[in-house]
């Protein structure tokens, strides 16, 4: 009985440090996303370009939707984004493993698409960085903000602390790869 209601708390108080490392919403007054919406990608989003499927895992698949894309909400429903880029429909798909962590999908739509993205703080990104957003790829020498941009962020049932050193990303269902950092935050090794 003790072993089940300290594992209780563990679970409660990881899924409280999980949504408070959400980014705050910039969208509109209510919190919730609507058709209509016009939001931008808040990194570089990896859609399967075939079948034009996203998913709040976050898998790095070929395809790009670079960070700043403007995107057209046409559809919500508690576990789907239906929305145009480009004027091709695409769909985002809620994962069980986002949502067995406590994240909403309103919320976990909310790490990859807000009112505006931060060009801001990425035209401050050094040259390693800049190249990693261009392609979305990481590659050694970027730092952590530079490898959000790039791929959005990590899954958050499994990496529930960014200030980690090692990030895990799933390349599709099977295969994940881990990016590595260093002591000042720089990409040290990209594990495929």
């Known amino acids: 009985m003790r072993t089940h209601v300290w594992r209780?708390?563990?679970?409660?108080s990881v899924t409280a440090c999980l949504i408070a490392a959400l980014p705050a919403h910039s969208g509109n007054d209510q919190g919730d996303i609507k058709?209509?919406?016009?939001?931008?990608a808040l990194a570089n989003l990896h859609p399967d370009m075939q079948r034009h499927v996203l998913y709040t895992l976050n898998y790095q698949l070929p395809g790009l939707l670079p960070v700043c894309s403007e995107i057209t909400v046409t559809k919500?429903?508690?576990?789907?984004?239906?929305?145009?880029?480009?004027g091709v429909q695409y769909e985002m798909g809620y994962?069980?493993?986002?949502?067995?962590?406590?994240?909403?999908?309103?919320?976990?739509?909310?790490?990859?698409?807000?009112?505006a993205c931060d060009k801001a703080k990425m035209q401050k990104l050094g040259p390693a960085d800049q190249e990693g957003i261009r392609t979305?790829?990481?590659?050694?020498g970027m730092t952590r903000d530079g490898v959000l941009f790039?791929?959005?962020?990590?899954?958050?049932?499994?990496?529930p602390d960014l200030?980690?050193?090692?990030?895990?990303?799933w390349?599709?269902?099977?295969?994940?790869?881990?990016?590595?950092?260093?002591a000042q935050g720089k990409v040290s090794r990209v594990v495929q």
């Open 8 to 12: 209780r708390a563990f679970v409660i």
């Open 35 to 40: 058709p209509g919406d016009k939001l931008q």
């Open 76 to 86: 919500v429903s508690s576990r789907k984004l239906t929305f145009t880029w480009q």
């Open 95 to 115: 994962e069980k493993f986002t949502q067995q962590v406590g994240v909403s999908f309103q919320q976990a739509v909310l790490t990859y698409f807000g009112s």
């Open 136 to 140: 979305g790829q990481p590659a050694a």
């Open 150 to 159: 790039a791929m959005g962020r990590p899954p958050i049932h499994a990496n």
């Open 163 to 169: 200030n980690a050193p090692q990030w895990r990303y």
């Open 171 to 182: 390349r599709n269902r099977y295969v994940t790869q881990s990016i590595e950092f260093d």
